[in-house]
């Protein structure tokens, strides 16, 4: 989420727009959303226009936040266990979750795919918006797998404790206060999926161009 997104999705949300709200990584942009729709709803609410159809959703791209921390570790040549920056944005979901229990809080897949550990965290029976990513939500329906709920138990308080001490961005996207409204663009998850979405439009231009105007070189 950028900073220029949140009066958007005020806006958007107050004309009576269900938006989804996406590029989230971090508890402080999630609470900078649900605010945003807060103010929506209830300049709806307040002229009398209808707010109960309405259903916004606020997406953390759980995995990104992952992404980045392994990209941190490599760089700053930190020694961790590799296993504890797969629960990094799912730490980061869960908390969010417990403090915005009346937030749609569905989570995306990180690049590559949905790890195992996450789908499991992810699984759990209060809405529909909750549910884990689709193609594991299919793989779990034909498993004998037994499906409980685990968005209430915490992820184990050493590996966060680990995950703080260690990386400043994970702090950043952990707390409250970790991130202001300016530092939302600034954010290198935020930046990295705007490059990669930025670089599949030019893909997809390119796709276009090559076959409005085909390579005589070539063909």
């Known amino acids: 989420m950028t900073r220029a997104g949140i009066p958007a999705i005020e806006e958007a949300t107050y004309r009576g727009v269900s938006i989804n709200a996406t590029v989230c990584f971090s508890l402080p942009q999630c609470i900078a959303v649900a605010e945003a ?15 109960a159809s309405m259903g916004p959703v606020c997406t953390i791209m759980v995995g990104r936040l992952d992404d980045w921390l392994k990209v941190v570790t ?17 730490a ?32 759990h029976r209060r809405g529909c918006g909750d549910l884990p990513p689709y193609r594991w939500q299919l ?33 950043r996207a952990y707390e409250e206060d970790g991130l202001s409204l300016d530092d939302f663009d600034g954010f290198p998850p935020t930046r990295r999926t705007l490059r990669q979405f930025i670089g599949a439009c030019h893909e997809l231009a390119g796709q276009i161009r090559e076959f409005m105007i085909p390579n005589p070189d070539l063909k």
């Open 92 to 123: 980061v979901f869960k908390k969010t979750y417990q403090l915005l229990p009346q937030t749609r809080l569905p989570g995306s897949a990180p690049i590559g795919g949905v790890p195992q550990s996450h789908a499991l965290e992810r699984i």
């Open 139 to 171: 793989r779990y329906n034909a498993s004998d797998v037994k499906v409980v709920s685990r968005i209430d138990k915490p992820v184990d308080p050493k590996i966060v404790e680990e995950l703080l001490r260690k990386y400043h961005d994970f702090r």
């Open 74 to 90: 490599e760089k700053q040549n930190i020694t961790t266990d590799p296993g504890y920056l797969e629960w990094a944005g799912v």
């Open 37 to 51: 729709l807060e103010r929506g709803l209830r300049r709806r609410e307040r002229e009398g226009r209808d707010i």
